[in-house]
């Protein structure tokens, strides 16, 4: 077998960029992206002061979570052990962004689909080295071959121990560095300082540490600024999704309390329902990069994914409302009681998903580190209070009484509250830097 991977010499490194340079020529990199980049470190205090240098990159981990979340399989490994995409499969959903403890992807502003380094393939086809190693003045970057014995490099990892970037993370990263202190490659252990120097501005949503972790003053001089994957309409998501299965377990659990009014607890919960689902998947299919290619999600879909198998989570719901807003209208109170189980676990699967889903973000460890219950919980929770607020507002209108009048308020309120504070959970999770 072949298990390519790079040792990263931060010891031989002097922090030229020709890496950089050189990865952003051969695969015409936009700018404000990288495939690889060098961050500069300093530690110690004036005038005992030393500057490192560490490369960032994909790892082409061997338990790789960008290839586990992706929807579609457009991120794969190669025969060579090298973590590679096809960007004609990528849908923009940034669902490997958030899986990488390593910040290691990007959305291309060309394309709209995710990027990262790729181990130059093209250039291995041919037998030419990376073009990054190529280039590298000083040699500090070398291809290893983790599974051949006779590979020099391979035995210096394996006799030196070297260390990899977030072995936490559980990712098994093939790449290793040497020569550098544990500062260089902990993004918390390096705050950026706001001091006004040249090298330090930090324009991105990152939320630094007050102070170093280590002893030793350290300090990020130079990288580079990544934004948030998952936004507005992420949070927006959240918020319907949770109406929609919300009201459906209130009004299943009304049903099987006995309450016969079909337009309470039938017709009136599934229009409801479908409405607030049908804007889920348009917020969804908004916040994709490439939108035309949501029908890949079926198409093409890979059920590993919860992205895909929320997807499919949502089509069941969908569709089980619609038998349960049909059986209210004409059917026989047996199709109704029969509907009553699954309508509601499908409404359950439908708030919870996404806890797996969050579970999956193995680089996010607000969402990968707490129990998946306590994500389950929290969902479940939103979506009882959101979808109790709104079927509550449409009883309270139904009784046509002038008190009720300003139960739409409240209903519009909470949900405004919800948004805001599922936008702050996104922003919370995805504010710890990766790089």
Same mark, same amino acid.
């Given at each position: 077998?072949?298990?390519?991977?790079?040792?990263? #010499?931060?010891?031989?490194?002097?922090?030229?960029?020709?890496?950089?340079?050189?990865?952003?020529?051969?695969?015409? +990199?936009?700018?404000?992206?990288?495939?690889?980049?060098?961050?500069?470190?300093?530690?110690?205090?004036?005038?005992?002061?030393?500057?490192?240098?560490?490369?960032?990159?994909?790892?082409?981990?061997?338990?790789?979570?960008?290839?586990?979340?992706?929807?579609?399989?457009?991120?794969?490994?190669?025969?060579?052990?090298? +973590?590679?995409?096809?960007?004609?499969?990528?849908? *923009?959903?940034?669902?490997?962004?958030?899986?990488?403890?390593? #910040?290691?992807?990007?959305?291309?502003?060309?394309?709209?689909?995710?990027?990262?380094?790729?181990?130059?393939?093209?250039?291995?086809?041919?037998?030419?080295?990376?073009?990054?190693?190529?280039?590298?003045?000083?040699?500090?970057?070398?291809?290893?071959?983790?599974?051949?014995?006779?590979?020099?490099?391979?035995?210096?990892?394996?006799?030196?121990?070297?260390?990899?970037?977030?072995?936490?993370?559980?990712?098994?990263?093939?790449?290793?560095?040497?020569?550098? &202190?544990?500062?260089?490659?902990?993004?918390?252990?390096?705050?950026?300082?706001?001091?006004?120097?040249?090298?330090?501005?930090?324009?991105?949503?990152?939320?630094?540490?007050?102070?170093?972790?280590?002893?030793?003053?350290?300090?990020?001089?130079?990288? &580079?600024?990544?934004?948030?994957?998952?936004?507005?309409?992420?949070? *927006?998501?959240? &918020?319907?999704?949770?109406? =929609?299965?919300? &009201?459906?377990?209130? =009004?299943?659990? =009304?049903?099987?309390?006995?309450? #016969?009014?079909?337009?309470?607890?039938?017709?009136?919960?599934?229009?409801?329902?479908?409405?607030?689902?049908? +804007?889920?998947?348009?917020?969804?299919?908004?916040?994709?990069?490439?939108?035309?290619?949501?029908?890949?999600?079926?198409?093409?879909?890979?059920?590993?994914?919860? !992205?895909?198998?929320?997807?499919?989570?949502?089509?069941?719901?969908?569709?089980?409302?619609?038998?349960?807003?049909?059986?209210?209208?004409?059917? *026989?109170?047996?199709?109704?009681?029969?509907?009553?189980?699954?309508?509601?676990?499908?409404?359950?699967?439908?708030?919870?998903?996404?806890?797996?889903?969050?579970?999956?973000?193995?680089?996010?460890?607000?969402?990968? #580190?707490?129990?998946?219950?306590?994500?389950?919980?929290?969902?479940?929770?939103?979506?009882?209070?959101?979808?109790?607020?709104?079927?509550?507002?449409?009883?309270?209108?139904?009784?046509?009484?002038?008190?009720?009048?300003?139960?739409? +308020? !409240?209903?519009?309120?909470?949900?405004?509250?919800?948004?805001?504070?599922?936008?702050?959970?996104?922003?919370?999770?995805?504010?710890?830097?990766?790089?």
């Amino acid at each position: 077998m072949t298990r390519l991977g790079f040792l990263l #010499d931060s010891g031989a490194c002097i922090g030229c960029h020709a890496c950089t340079v050189a990865c952003k020529s051969e695969h015409d +990199v936009p700018l404000g992206v990288n495939r690889t980049w060098v961050n500069y470190v300093e530690t110690g205090e004036f005038p005992d002061t030393q500057r490192h240098f560490a490369v960032m990159r994909c790892n082409h981990c061997d338990d790789a979570p960008c290839i586990s979340i992706c929807p579609t399989g457009a991120l794969f490994r190669a025969s060579n052990g090298v +973590v590679d995409f096809d960007e004609s499969r990528c849908i *923009g959903c940034k669902g490997c962004m958030n899986a990488c403890p390593y #910040d290691a992807l990007y959305i291309s502003p060309n394309t709209g689909t995710a990027h990262k380094c790729n181990f130059c393939q093209h250039r291995l086809e041919v037998g030419l080295e990376p073009s990054c190693v190529s280039v590298c003045p000083t040699r500090a970057i070398t291809v290893v071959d983790h599974d051949d014995p006779a590979d020099p490099t391979a035995e210096r990892i394996r006799r030196e121990e070297l260390p990899v970037r977030a072995p936490e993370r559980r990712t098994l990263p093939k790449v290793h560095y040497a020569g550098t &202190v544990p500062e260089a490659l902990d993004p918390l252990a390096r705050p950026v300082a706001d001091d006004g120097l040249i090298w330090s501005d930090w324009t991105g949503s990152a939320t630094w540490p007050s102070s170093p972790a280590s002893s030793t003053a350290t300090r990020t001089a130079y990288t &580079v600024p990544h934004a948030e994957p998952w936004g507005a309409k992420v949070a *927006g998501y959240l &918020v319907t999704k949770g109406v =929609a299965a919300g &009201v459906m377990l209130w =009004a299943a659990a =009304a049903a099987l309390l006995g309450w #016969d009014d079909r337009a309470a607890v039938a017709t009136g919960p599934a229009a409801i329902a479908l409405v607030a689902l049908a +804007v889920t998947g348009v917020l969804l299919i908004a916040d994709l990069k490439r939108p035309e290619r949501f029908w890949y999600l079926f198409a093409k879909g890979r059920l590993r994914s919860w !992205i895909t198998a929320g997807a499919w989570v949502i089509m069941a719901d969908a569709a089980l409302v619609t038998l349960w807003g049909v059986a209210g209208l004409w059917g *026989g109170s047996t199709w109704f009681v029969v509907l009553i189980g699954p309508t509601a676990v499908c409404s359950l699967l439908t708030a919870a998903y996404t806890a797996l889903l969050l579970h999956q973000c193995r680089g996010r460890p607000m969402w990968a #580190d707490r129990p998946v219950l306590v994500l389950i919980a929290r969902l479940t929770g939103e979506a009882v209070l959101g979808g109790g607020a709104v079927w509550g507002s449409y009883l309270a209108l139904r009784a046509n009484a002038i008190a009720f009048a300003w139960t739409p +308020v !409240i209903a519009a309120a909470l949900l405004a509250w919800l948004w805001r504070h599922d936008r702050e959970y996104l922003r919370a999770a995805q504010a710890a830097p990766l790089s």
